[in-house]
């Protein structure tokens, strides 16, 4: 019978097939709906997370799975990967039962960004370390003929199990933190937006990564629970409002449910020919379009309906719509990179509706601290700071702040603008 030469090559091939395999195992049992709820959906909200947490986590077992093995030496090495092996099934079974449950005791105890953290290491490690002590145990028979007396067995040294420890908990913890923020502040958009369903499918993540990073000034849970009511609500209304309705009110209202329940295209349909005749419905058509992207679609939805309201008797609902939809244009505009369109429609509405000089004013000076033009910023809002100090004051002094920091002396100086902080 033929023996397959020892080979410090092939041990490393091994290696790295084996902790690949490794990943790729922990990856599908805590992602995979192989039970009642999967670890991702209990503890890690985003797929990302679980990767980056499943990565980290590998230096750490690896160098205790060598530790291991040399701590117990056994030329077995087969059977005892084989053995390793059974574990791994064993603990991948554990983990797949217990996630829900230990989900459900730390949403009852109220658990936060720690406690989970820890737990979502814990469970890498209970499912990536099986896996990778059998992959050391087999891989170990190479080296084991490779050692000799002037050539002794490779130790991992302290400070690897200190770094790779580090890299195992730290990294993950601040890629979490990160993730949260940014999607916390993504939710925010889609629910200024009123994109409900959206925004509660980032919501429900943040509660189930434990995050404290508010969604509109609400923490992630109480969000939770108030955009399921709303959710319900809307869903409860939208069954109640008949879908081959002729009454136009009815018909926005439908549109309106089905649009913050992110079904879009159904939102339009439901509209599109009332939009030609309804300032109320176009801008809500153009609303909707504007979620999908469709900027040129919205645009041109938005000035249909600013039309319409120009010739519309004057009333406040008039004047609130036709800033909507100057608004609208101005947002599309700069969304495309058409920037001197999207001041064009602001100073549009400076001319149009001198009672909404302070709304337009401050939106200018947003739109020019945008475009890199602080001088032009900072006049259009100390302006609206002027004309409306109640509504304007605050914010503009947040944004003069900004634009001090971001800007040379030599050109704005920076008393020039904290000045109006008495406002």
Same mark, same amino acid.
């Given at each position: ?21 490794? !990943? ?5 049992? &805590? ?10 959906? +209990? ?15 590998? @230096?750490? +077992? ?35 039962? &217990? ?30 370390? @099986?896996? +990778? ?19 002794? @067995? ?7 199990? !200190? ?39 980032? !919501?429900?993540? &943040? ?23 709303? %959710? ?90 036709? !800033? ?28 149009? &509706?001198?009672?909404?000089?302070? *709304? ?19 006049? *259009? ?21 900004? %634009? ?6 030599? %050109? ?7 000045? *109006?902080?008495?406002?």
């Amino acid at each position: 019978m033929k023996h397959e030469r020892p080979s410090p090559q092939r041990a490393i091939f091994e290696r790295f097939c084996g902790y690949g395999a490794a !990943v790729v195992i922990a990856c599908v049992v &805590l992602g995979a709906p192989l039970g009642e709820s999967t670890a991702l959906e +209990c503890f890690f909200g985003w797929p990302r997370l679980l990767v980056v947490h499943v990565l980290f986590v590998l @230096p750490f +077992c690896a160098g205790l799975a060598t530790l291991m093995r040399q701590r117990l030496p056994n030329k077995k090495h087969l059977a005892l990967a084989m053995v390793w092996g059974l574990v791994g099934l064993m603990a991948a079974s554990v983990s797949i039962a &217990l996630a829900p449950r230990l989900a459900a005791a730390f949403d009852a105890e109220n658990a936060g960004f720690a406690a989970r953290w820890l737990a979502r290491t814990i469970l890498c490690v209970a499912v990536e370390l @099986p896996w +990778c002590a059998a992959v050391e145990v087999f891989a170990a028979r190479h080296d084991a003929a490779q050692t000799t007396a002037t050539s002794p @067995p490779w130790r991992v040294p302290r400070w690897g199990f !200190v770094v790779a420890f580090v890299a195992a908990t730290a990294v993950p913890a601040a890629y979490g933190l990160d993730v949260s923020r940014r999607e916390a502040a993504r939710a925010t958009g889609l629910l200024e937006r009123q994109q409900l369903v959206n925004s509660q499918q980032i !919501v429900t993540a &943040l509660a189930t990564a434990g995050s404290a990073a508010p969604v509109s000034g609400m923490p992630p849970r109480e969000a939770t629970k108030k955009l399921t009511a709303m %959710i319900a609500a809307i869903e409860r209304r939208l069954q109640e409002t008949a879908e081959d309705s002729r009454d136009p009110q009815q018909k926005i209202e439908r549109a309106a449910a089905l649009a913050m329940l992110d079904r879009p295209d159904e939102a339009c349909r439901c509209i599109a020919s009332l939009a030609l005749e309804r300032p109320d419905a176009a801008l809500l058509l153009a609303a909707v379009l504007q979620q999908q992207q469709r900027y040129d679609e919205s645009s041109r939805s938005y000035q249909a309906a600013a039309q319409m309201l120009r010739e519309a008797p004057q009333s406040p609902q008039a004047v609130a719509g036709l !800033v909507r939809a100057l608004n609208g244009v101005a947002f599309n505009a700069r969304e495309t990179g058409a920037y001197a369109e999207a001041e064009a429609a602001y100073q549009q509405g400076l001319a149009e &509706l001198p009672s909404e000089a302070a *709304h337009f004013h401050f939106q200018l000076g947003r739109h020019h601290k945008l475009g890199g033009r602080p001088a032009a910023a900072a006049t *259009h809002l100390q302006e609206a700071a002027r004309l409306a100090p109640q509504t304007y004051a605050r914010q503009a002094e947040i944004l003069l702040g900004q %634009i001090a920091l971001d800007t040379p002396g030599c %050109i704005l100086g920076h008393n020039d603008y904290m000045r *109006h902080s008495a406002w």
